[in-house]
């Protein structure tokens, strides 16, 4: 967007988070709370960026690095006006509207701000030097007052520990986005005093400074107060979560996503699911994961950073990490998908399998019990109840190769590094340590005996019947 430049603010401590987290990266929906304004900027096209870091500001600055913004470092955090101050260090020469958005309002939404800029900017010349958005709550604790005057214009904010008994009472408080016009902001920024409850420098204070120099304030009063909530503490840091996920939720049903109970589909805002996939209750769909169309994600499934292929169903209770699944795979119930898998189209993986680092071609199947990890598994291969792939001999890792065709008895054990040719039988119950050629058959166990009547002598000999 012409003539924007923003600051976000993102230097406090977080007091109140408890932490040593600062609080902009604590998580809300998957991501750090600081990428939502981030993301809103990024949206709105604003041409500077700059966010103001100080607590943990190598954290924040490793955290958002390569997003593109700009830094600027408040050393001590002397308040939200002083934060603003350092910010316009690195914004001398900008012209136009300066927006300045809090790091700790994550559910704030472009539209929001696209509201408050046609209201800034509506008007021409009589302009305002300064907006900000407002909203009304039940229980403004926390929150800078609004106050206006008998015509309803707005004349100064009072923060709650400044506010008189009366003031108190002010159920319109301020919500921490303003948006100014960048002359107003550079002459008038030095001006804000710190004689406060706090002795801070307090940007809203930048109100009572335009409006006493005869300049206007406007005031878009939100009326969804949950969509400018700020996040001061842990509780708030969940109710921000729940209206997140609500939020996401919503926006997938929309696009054709039957989700059977919203608010138990712990969904990140990251994840990307395709239309006609239903998923169940209890479920948590986390990081970079890409669901594709039609699929069936049954409760109680986590899911990890993984790509998921059109017509795949994970059943209930299966674990399903950092990797990548093709079309119409069948994985679980209760079944563990560590990290590094790929997984072709057709494939299934049956109850109580655990699969880690491995590679399995087209319509193999692994039904039940097994454990297959640094493996290498062709198409049509039939693995066996019970299977084991020794991948780790006390000191390193080995790979088992298990081409196309073959068939592994239930129960077996594939001591890594080993290779079943294609099409090759491993009998039942045999420990494979050996390369097994293509197309033959390996067997370890002993000849089976059966000694007829031996059960009846042994009860005589016990006296039992
Ligand atoms: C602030 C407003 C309050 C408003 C509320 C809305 C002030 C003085 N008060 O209060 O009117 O109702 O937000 O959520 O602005 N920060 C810095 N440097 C500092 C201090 C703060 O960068 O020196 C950053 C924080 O990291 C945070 C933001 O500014 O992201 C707001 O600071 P916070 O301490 O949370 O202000 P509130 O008490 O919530
Ligand atoms: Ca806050």
Same mark, same amino acid.
């Given at each position: 967007?012409? !003539? ?41 096209? +604003? ?20 997003? @593109? ?47 408050? /800029? ?10 305002? #030097?300064l ?16 106050v ?6 707005v004349v100064r904010i009072v %923060? ?13 408080? !301020? +919500? @921490? ?14 001006k804000l005093?710190? &004689?406060?409850?706090?002795? %801070?420098?307090y940007?809203p204070d930048l109100v009572e400074l335009a409006v006493g120099s005869?300049?206007?304030v406007? #005031? ?11 996040? !001061?503490? &842990? ?7 729940? /209206? ?57 499934? &986590? ?36 990290? @590094? !898998? ?63 065709? #073959? ?33 033959? /058959? ?13 059960? #009846? ?9």
């Open positions: 967007m012409k !003539n924007l430049s923003a600051i976000i603010l993102a230097a406090g401590k977080g007091t109140r988070m408890k932490s040593s987290l600062p609080k902009v990266l604590h998580r809300v929906s998957g991501l750090p709370m600081l990428a939502y304004p981030v993301n809103v900027l990024k949206g709105l096209k +604003a041409g500077n960026v700059v966010v103001v870091v100080g607590h943990g500001a190598d954290e924040v600055r490793r955290a958002f690095g390569t997003t @593109g913004v700009g830094f600027v470092l408040q050393k001590e955090q002397l308040g939200t006006g002083h934060a603003v101050m350092c910010a316009m260090k690195g914004l001398k020469s900008v012209r136009g509207d300066v927006l300045i958005l809090s790091g700790d309002v994550p559910l704030l939404t472009a539209q929001t701000v696209k509201g408050l /800029l046609k209201l800034h900017r509506a008007g021409g010349k009589k302009r305002p #030097a907006s900000l958005v407002t909203t009304i709550v039940d229980d403004p604790k926390g929150y800078g007052r609004v206006r005057d008998e015509h309803g214009a %923060e709650e520990k400044d506010c008189s008994v009366l003031q108190k009472g002010i159920n319109e408080v !301020n +919500a @921490g986005v303003y948006l100014a016009e960048a002359g107003f902001l550079r002459s008038n920024i030095a005093g710190n &004689r406060n409850a706090q002795g %801070e420098y940007l005869g300049r206007k406007k #005031a878009l009063t939100h009326l969804d107060a949950n969509e400018v909530m700020g996040i !001061n503490n &842990r509780v708030e840091l969940a109710k921000a979560n729940r /209206l997140l996920r609500l939020r996401k939720a919503e926006d997938l049903m929309l696009s054709g996503v039957t989700i059977v109970d919203p608010e138990t589909a712990y969904i990140d805002s990251t994840v990307k699911v395709g239309a006609d996939t239903t998923i169940y209750p209890g479920v948590h769909i986390t990081g970079d994961t890409v669901i594709g169309q039609g699929c069936v994600v049954e409760e109680g499934v &986590r899911i990890n950073g993984s790509v998921i292929g059109d017509s795949t169903t994970i059943k209930s209770h299966s674990i399903v990490e950092d990797s990548v699944l093709g079309k119409e795979v069948v994985v679980g119930p209760f079944a563990r998908l560590r990290p @590094g !898998n790929s997984i072709s189209e057709g494939v299934r993986i049956g109850n109580f399998v655990e699969v880690k680092k491995t590679s399995i071609g087209k319509g193999s199947k692994a039904n039940h019990l097994s454990y297959l990890g640094d493996s290498v598994i062709g198409s049509g291969v039939n693995i066996g109840a019970g299977t084991i792939t020794c991948n780790y001999d006390g000191f390193s890792k080995h790979t088992t190769v298990i081409e196309d065709g #073959a068939f592994i008895g239930s129960d077996s054990q594939l001591v890594a590094p080993v290779t079943v040719g294609r099409g090759a039988y491993v009998g039942s119950g045999t420990t494979v340590t050996k390369d097994v050629p293509p197309g033959s /058959l390996v067997i370890t166990r002993t000849g089976e005996k059966v000694i007829a009547g031996w059960a #009846a002598r042994k009860r005589k000999k016990k006296g039992k019947k």
